[in-house]
């Protein structure tokens, strides 16, 4: 009897684990990055068809901008950044300085995409 207890047991222990690091390497693939790059393509054609600025400016640039932050912020600070993504930051947080390629770039991006958001 304590042997079926100890399967039921170790079976739950298992599926909660499972559950646990497949659902986290779903969520990790959704950065978003995907759905900014799609939706300026997607206001983008309305913009072709309807020859509507605020198409433009208000939803297709922000969408490209918060797009291309990402990217460029994730470029950089992998290829630029003194340590980066290449190396375990939590090893060795006293090699970082406040300043990063990867921040800069992501935040000099979503500073346009944010211009563009807000005034048109």
């Known amino acids: 009897m304590n042997t079926l207890k100890t399967i039921k047991k170790t079976f739950l ?19 978003g ?27 297709a640039l922000p969408n490209y901008y918060y797009w291309y932050a990402g990217e460029q912020g994730d470029s950089y ?15 060795a947080s006293y090699y970082y300085s406040s300043f990063t390629y990867q921040s800069y770039y992501d935040n000099l991006y979503k500073y346009y995409g944010d211009y563009y958001w807000n005034n048109y």
């Open 13 to 31: 222990i298992v599926a909660i684990t499972l559950g646990v690091i497949f659902g986290g390497a779903q969520q990790s693939k959704a950065d």
């Open 77 to 91: 600070g992998f290829n630029y950044d003194s340590y980066g993504a290449k190396s375990d930051k939590h090893l």
């Open 33 to 59: 990055n995907d759905t900014y790059y799609n939706n300026y393509y997607y206001y983008l054609g309305y913009y072709n068809a309807t020859g509507n600025s605020t198409y433009y400016y208000g939803y």
